[in-house]
């Protein structure tokens, strides 16, 4: 079974310009989470879907960034205009869903951003 | 707000040697634990988890055991072997199974030296 896909998994821009990450889950997973890596950290979640539906998006900074789960499977998340302060890693994660006592949450490898 | 403390690193072993990583948490209610292992280039994975007070989580002879008295995680394995190299992170969700948000600790870089 394949896992959550990342793309790219490097991203190098200059500052000011946009940039967008993309996300495949795992089949059949309906929850989807974007989180933020920064170097030396752990991840922080940016963003939380269930389905299409953004259930928990309080810590994603919505001057700069968005995010869409269009049709409720795969998810973009766009920075627009980046900050040398946004260069770190980009998770995505997904599960199956709420409730249950099974219910991991399986991450993809990452976008690596880097901004100059 | 939910935090987790985690011990930092880096730690450095010889191959055989015991491991420890610390973990504590604060959390309003009653969060499910878990430990995930980033090893090199690759993405976070599960190690093992505990869902309620002394539970213990095991898994590729690590073991953790949720300590509501002490609001700890320890990770513990008796003999760490080179591939066990990696980053680990404790973690803690407000629902039962994770499905809402992780909060994760800093991590812990492991290395094992043969």
């Known amino acids: ?116 | 707000g939910d935090s987790v403390t985690q011990m930092e690193g880096p730690v450095t072993l010889s191959e055989e040697a015991f491991l420890t990583i610390n973990c504590t948490y604060t959390a309003t209610g009653y969060p499910s634990l878990f430990w995930y292992v980033q090893y090199p280039g690759e993405g976070l994975q599960l190690l093992l988890k505990a869902t309620k007070a002394d539970d213990k989580g095991s898994n590729k002879g690590f073991e953790a055991t949720y300590r509501k008295e002490t609001t700890s995680f320890h990770l513990e394995k008796g003999s760490v072997q080179v591939s066990d190299s990696a980053v680990y992170f404790c973690a803690l969700s407000e629902s039962q199974g994770g499905s809402e948000k992780l909060v994760f600790g800093k991590g812990t870089k492991l290395t094992v030296n043969p």
Request: charged fraction near 20%.
């Open chain 1, 1 to 116: 079974e394949a896992g959550v896909v990342q793309s790219p998994r490097y991203k190098i821009i200059e500052k000011k310009q946009p940039v967008a990450f993309w996300c495949n889950p795992i089949s059949g997973h309906n929850t989807l989470y974007w989180y933020l890596q920064n170097l030396g950290q752990g991840p922080e979640l940016l963003i939380r879907y269930e389905n299409e539906e953004a259930v928990d998006d309080s810590q994603l900074p919505k001057d700069r960034f968005s995010a869409e789960r269009l049709k409720g499977v795969d998810s973009t998340l766009k920075i627009q205009p980046a900050e040398l302060g946004d260069s770190a890693v980009y998770l995505c994660a997904s599960s199956m869903g709420q409730g249950g006592w099974h219910n991991e949450q399986f991450f993809g490898p990452g976008t690596r951003l880097t901004v100059l």
